[in-house]
């Protein structure tokens, strides 16, 4: 069934009038409109909407980077007039559903303050068990710190790992050390790093000294 989403806004502002909840529109042919949470009460209005609406499913948690901020209410289109962020921020999304009630799904949005020591949501973990590892992944890939999350480490990349590969800002390394048959490009690459590793057929040998126990 199809989310009845302005009913549902209205009942989240009755029971949390604090919430700084919104509405926001989808342009799009999908027709997929989803609400705003305020960071701060994002996991009142989880555990409301678990408890009352019975969305007790969270299917997908995914993040979004907004380094313009401006294109992020172009998708999402703010109910009234709203103030530009003055900076970039990252979007978190959460899908719910209420599976005894066939709904879904419900679209929720919830930012952070900017993109660098702000970047801060709080983990929704505690509401529904099956954010944890995909609170994990948006850590990892986008930077995200979930507050209150039992296990924040990084899921996909290596602990050694520095920046976040899916912001669009992010810039790839061209140090392919790592890379154990490189060639074509990458071949060119690694050579300029390493040009004294490289063998007379062209290969690339690891020339690291093993580590002294």
Not at 63 to 92: I, N, Q, S
Not at 108 to 131: C, E, M, Q, W
Request: hydrophobic share 40%.
């Amino acid at each position: 069934m199809i989310v009845e989403i302005e009913t549902i806004l209205a009942g989240i502002r009755e029971a949390l009038p604090n919430s700084g909840i919104s509405f926001r529109k989808n342009p799009g042919p999908s027709g997929q409109h989803s609400l705003l949470v305020d960071g701060s009460n994002l996991v009142e209005v989880c555990q409301f909407l678990q408890d009352t609406l019975d969305f007790d499913l969270l299917s997908n948690v995914t993040g979004v980077d907004w380094p313009e901020p401006a294109k992020a209410d172009a998708v999402a289109v703010p109910e009234g007039e709203v103030t530009p962020a003055a900076e970039g921020f990252l979007e978190v999304l959460y899908h719910l559903y209420s599976t005894n009630r066939r709904v879904g799904p419900l679209v929720l949005r919830a930012r952070t303050a900017d993109r660098a020591g702000n970047a801060k949501i709080p983990s929704v973990v505690s509401v529904f068990r099956s954010a944890e590892f995909q609170e994990r992944e948006i850590f990892d890939l986008y930077g995200v710190i979930f507050t209150g999350h039992p296990d924040l480490r990084r899921i996909l990349m290596w602990d050694e790992f520095v920046d976040f590969p899916m912001r669009k800002d992010y810039v790839a390394p061209d140090d392919y050390e790592y890379e154990p048959t490189p060639h074509d490009a990458v071949l060119e690459k690694a050579k300029t790093h390493y040009p004294s590793s490289e063998t007379q057929d062209g290969k690339i040998q690891d020339t690291r000294k093993e580590p002294v126990l």
